[in-house]
DNA sequence: TTTTATTTGATAAAGGATCTCAAGTGAACA
DNA sequence: TGTTCACTTGAGATCCTTTATCAAATAAAA
């Protein structure tokens, strides 16, 4: 990927083999309205109260080509569920292993976790990801509650 | 979770609820021969070499109970398939993103990332995972061959 | 405009994991 | 050492997420 294939939050750039649709503009600004990093099928249902017509394998196709483009972070941590996120600059996030929400968390990025990593593996590293998991507040007061 | 739950390597010991059956005794002694974190579909390859007429429901069923109890480790993280590892003490681990296969990394587990992470969140923290993700000696060398 | 390669929507299909339930079986206890 | 019964198995159906297929529609270059 080059640079010309950066998009800034709202308005997709034209790229080579890459049309700016409908569909494309539309996945992209719901995705970049909401912090709740969505599953396919959630991005699905926020698009289609913009575009009815849309079909569900256009919203993976197209969360996927995205993804591959650096234009959205696909996160593929724990849970049954690919989750995407419209912020792309590295951060760790946190799982509710009672619901599957999903939450940025602000501790700094160990780049040099990774440089330690390089010098104990014949793997060839290329990152890393921390996922921290724990129950969310609405989760914990639905536990009191019951 | 109490003390008695916790199993030896080979011998499952009794719990409350919880037959030592041939089929649960035959999953863990496979699981533990190897350090491949295998998806369950190899799990149930391996254990049908000893017990043909198990079913792949038996061996899903059976990885999760013990990985509930404490007893195995689910791997859930990147990846299409969930992995598991018969070594239950915290450790990271990589997947090489050409073939899927995951190693153990002996980078020391940061514990202290929690107390950080549990300062920074509302969520109630219960642990962490890093995974690190890189191209394997043999993808590496298929590479270059190609 | 016209042209053409890309993209869409609808649908099928793949793949992983879970559910259902009658039949089978550990293990507690008589 | 039986008998009993709750737990477990095997087989198959089913669910859920994701990917593949393909004719029709359509951005965008010419």
Redesign the pocket.
Known sequence: MDKSTQASLLT?E?ME????????QV?LEELSKVNSHP???EVFDMVRTR?P?????????????MADNGIILKI?VGG????FDAIVEPHYHIRCTECGRVDDMDVPVQKEFETMAAASTDYKVQGHRVEFFGICPDCQKAKHDT
Chains 1, 2 share one sequence.
Do not use: S
């Open positions: 997709l034209r083999n890459f049309r700016i649709t409908p569909q494309r996945i599953a396919a099928n575009l017509r849309i079909g569900l394998g256009t919203v993976y196709r197209n969360l996927e080509i593929d049954t569920q690919k989750r």
